[in-house]
């Protein structure tokens, strides 16, 4: 059974620290794209941060540049979200997905580019 489970939300201050893991069981990551999208009440799902299984490429939204970091762990079969400065705007619920990278770099952070998907794990940042 080829399944993907997120950990390491919460809740967190404005300017704060988190660490995502999106761990798969039944298949072996670095075969495949993985991505972070983010959804919040009422608003749409937005792409965070994709990492492509084609050359270890990575993207980033322009909303998280420079404060977002995506990396994997090939013998733990994980992969990270290091999320530091957070804002208020961050809070949601985080996803990683799973696909072929067929798209490329360009259509990595496409929600339709993936077939495989967690639960999601709620940040919440607040004072």
């Known amino acids: 059974q080829l399944q993907l489970v997120e950990s390491g939300g919460g809740l967190v201050q404005p300017g704060g620290s988190l660490r995502l893991s999106c761990t798969a069981s039944?298949?072996?990551?670095?075969?495949?794209?993985i991505a972070w999208f983010r959804q919040a009440p009422g608003k749409e799902r937005e792409g965070v941060s994709c990492?492509?299984?084609?050359?270890?490429?990575?993207k980033y939204a322009d909303s998280v540049k420079g404060r977002f970091t995506i990396y994997r762990d090939n013998a733990k079969n994980t992969v990270y979200l290091q999320m530091n400065s957070l804002e208020p705007e961050g809070t949601a619920v985080y996803s990683c997905?799973?696909?072929?990278?067929?798209?490329?770099?360009?259509?990595?952070?496409?929600?339709?580019?993936?077939?495989?998907w967690g639960q999601g794990t709620q940040v919440t940042v607040s004072s």
């Open positions: 039944g298949f072996t990551l670095d075969y495949y794209t």
């Open positions: 997905a799973a696909g072929d990278g067929g798209g490329g770099i360009s259509w990595c952070l496409s929600p339709y580019e993936y077939d495989y």
């Open positions: 990492f492509s299984s084609s050359g270890g490429r990575t």
